[in-house]
């Protein structure tokens, strides 16, 4: 089985600086998506950003990019220009391609973001 | 287009009572989800449907029965509800394929005393 690890629970930045989320999967599979999801006060998950496994490119969403290391299986989150609508907590996300799996998501524990102005 | 829907938004149950937590989406998608969240947890996966009329158990399932009622709909049932089913509960969707994202719906607060 899939596992996702967030090693911090809980991460602060100054407003305008940059930021680092860290993840580190395990898996055996070679096709995957992996994600992250921001959860702010709301409660609402939104799509922050996707990497497919077969790309070697790391997405980038405007402020938000992506360290992918496949070999390492790691697949951390940074977040520049830091905002105060960016605290929330953040969720890595791992989704196997296999249709086995009904692209099921799993979850790691999260990381809770401070923005400090 | 509201996306996905969940009712109700927050309930409290005594032990031993049921409630049935449903969700609705209008996107056409096949696949609905059933997580639940709790505190230093992340989500976890309950059950799944990958199409309508068929559902299969995730994660955490103990506890816990679903209804795929028809492709738009996938309710969550608490048979006799226990504290330790105190959570916030999350919906989701999904098209077919593997090259999308789920969609979260809004969550239900839970809270069993």
């Known amino acids: 089985a899939q596992t996702v690890t967030q090693s911090q629970p809980e991460m602060s930045v100054q407003e305008a600086e940059t930021v680092t989320l860290s993840c580190t999967y395990d898996?055996?599979?070679?096709?995957?998506?992996l994600f992250w999801y921001k959860q702010p006060p709301s409660r609402q998950m939104i799509l922050v950003i996707r990497?497919?496994?077969?790309?070697?490119q790391n997405a980038t969403e405007n402020r938000f990019s992506v360290n992918f290391q496949k070999a390492a299986k790691s697949f951390s989150l940074k977040i520049s220009d830091s905002q105060l609508g960016d605290a929330a907590m953040y969720f890595c996300?791992?989704?196997?391609?296999?249709?086995?799996?009904?692209?099921?998501?799993?979850f790691g524990k999260g990381t809770l973001l401070t923005v400090n102005p | 287009n509201a996306g996905v829907t969940q009712t109700p938004k927050f309930q409290v149950l005594k032990t031993g009572q049921s409630m049935t937590l449903q969700c609705a989406q209008d996107m056409n998608h096949n696949s609905m989800y059933w997580y639940r969240q709790d505190p230093g947890m992340g989500l976890r996966l309950i059950y799944y449907?990958?199409?309508?009329?068929?559902?299969d158990k995730g994660e955490v399932p103990n506890g816990y029965n679903v209804s795929r009622l028809n492709k738009r709909e996938f309710s969550l049932r608490l048979e006799s509800a226990a504290p330790s089913q105190t959570s916030v509960y999350f919906c989701a969707s999904a098209p077919k394929g593997f090259s999308y994202e789920q969609y979260f719906g809004p969550g239900t607060r839970l809270t069993v005393t």
């Open positions: 990497q497919e496994a077969y790309k070697q």
């Open positions: 449907s990958a199409s309508e009329g068929t559902t």
């Open positions: 898996t055996s599979e070679s096709d995957y998506y």
């Open positions: 996300a791992y989704r196997s391609n296999s249709g086995g799996s009904n692209y099921k998501l799993t």
